[in-house]
């Protein structure tokens, strides 16, 4: 059982492998075992949700070529809520980072067609207005893999 929480715990962190990558990137923040505020509003196959909210952890971390996030989803823990260069085209995704965190706003239709509605998930940890100094933009829209939204919702995804 000691071993199920301590797992569980790594997963509000940042993977070894992402925090390599990371290391080699001008860090700006990385916050880890952040609470995490997700709210889902609409149809992902499998969960038909009004308004649901739930509570966890989760980590992101802000460099001045990237914005990654992770999001506890018990699946692949290298599976993220998003992974993004700040200079790429517009996605379904709009992140939004300010003083009290990191925001992600997810318009689920531009995810897959299947899905109706939106999830938001709200990273609650203060960034000091001198590292957000730092950041290229406290703005970005980026893509979000269909599978990190069924888990997010607590479905499998369908084959």
Same mark, same amino acid.
């Given at each position: 059982?000691?071993?199920?929480?301590?797992?569980?715990?790594?997963?509000?962190?940042?993977?070894?492998?992402?925090?390599?990558?990371?290391?080699?990137?001008? &860090?700006?923040?990385?916050?880890?075992?952040?609470?995490?505020?997700?709210? /889902? %509003? !609409?149809?992902? #196959?499998?969960?038909?949700? *009004?308004?649901?909210?739930?509570?966890?952890?989760?980590?992101?971390?802000?460099?001045?070529?990237?914005?990654?996030?992770?999001?506890?989803?018990?699946?692949?823990?290298?599976?993220?809520?998003?992974?993004?260069?700040?200079?790429?085209?517009?996605?379904?995704?709009? &992140?939004?980072?300010?003083?009290?965190?990191?925001?992600?706003?997810?318009? /689920? %239709? !531009?995810?897959? #067609?299947?899905?109706?509605? *939106?999830?938001?998930?709200?990273?609650?940890?203060?960034?000091?207005?001198?590292?957000?100094?730092?950041?290229?933009?406290?703005?970005?829209?980026?893509?979000?893999?269909?599978?990190?939204?069924?888990?997010?919702?607590?479905?499998?995804?369908?084959?």
């Amino acid at each position: 059982m000691f071993g199920f929480l301590r797992d569980r715990a790594s997963l509000s962190g940042l993977p070894t492998e992402l925090r390599q990558q990371l290391d080699a990137d001008d &860090v700006i923040v990385i916050a880890e075992r952040v609470g995490v505020v997700q709210h /889902l %509003r !609409g149809h992902v #196959p499998g969960v038909v949700s *009004s308004s649901s909210a739930s509570r966890s952890h989760g980590a992101f971390a802000l460099t001045t070529t990237r914005a990654v996030a992770t999001f506890p989803t018990g699946g692949d823990p290298l599976l993220r809520a998003i992974d993004s260069r700040w200079d790429l085209p517009r996605g379904p995704a709009r &992140v939004t980072i300010g003083e009290k965190g990191m925001k992600i706003d997810i318009a /689920l %239709r !531009g995810v897959d #067609p299947s899905f109706s509605g *939106s999830m938001t998930l709200n990273y609650k940890r203060a960034i000091a207005g001198v590292l957000l100094d730092r950041m290229p933009a406290t703005q970005l829209w980026c893509s979000v893999d269909p599978v990190f939204v069924y888990r997010a919702a607590g479905v499998r995804p369908r084959p």
